[in-house]
């Protein structure tokens, strides 16, 4: 049994320097897709950019905060299969433990973590989980892998389901069979 433990809304903001896939025109046709477990959902295509601004929001259901969330960039191609211009991903243990929390007490703006760049994350700078305007959120740089150039940048915000909180301290049972 699985328990939706809330909502990760994901804010694509922009894509820098990302890779060149179309030479004639040294540019591409960019769109980014998210993947948690068996979810997937895919920004609008931005054409003609290897700088582009999407700003868009796609919403994750969340049932499983172990796992993380994957993401791949391609460039939309008319006539043959989508190139891959990379792939990057992060982890949301922290982020919806810290979510679970009560931050009644905490002021506007208070940072609750910092998550440092490392070998084990795509993180190309610090990213701070923050309390901001009574929501958990999180600003993320993204490094791009395989592939030679490319970040993706994004913002975290958090949604609680009514209702869920009781089930916080029956995580586990609700992850059993």
């Not at 905490?106 to 973590?113: C, F, H």
């Amino acid at each position: 049994m699985e328990c939706l433990l809330g909502l990760l809304k994901v804010r694509v903001m922009r894509g820098l320097n990302l890779a060149i896939c179309d030479p004639l025109t040294h540019s591409s046709d960019p769109y980014v897709v998210l993947r948690h477990g068996s979810q997937k959902v895919k920004s609008s295509i931005r054409y003609h950019s290897i700088n582009p601004e999407w700003n868009e929001e796609l919403t994750l259901s969340i049932t499983n905060m172990m796992l993380p969330v994957k993401i791949e960039v391609f460039d939309k191609d008319t006539f043959t299969k989508d190139d891959s211009m990379g792939d990057a991903e992060f982890g949301i243990l922290d982020f919806v433990e810290i979510a679970k929390q009560d931050h009644s007490h905490l002021g506007d703006g208070a940072v609750m973590k910092t998550i440092h760049p490392d070998k084990e994350n795509c993180f190309a700078a610090e990213s701070h989980i923050t309390w901001k305007d009574g929501k958990v959120s999180q600003d993320i740089v993204l490094k791009l892998r395989n592939t030679d150039t490319g970040e993706i940048i994004l913002h975290l915000q958090w949604v609680n389901i009514p209702g869920m909180y009781k089930f916080w301290n029956t995580f586990s049972v609700c992850h059993s069979k």
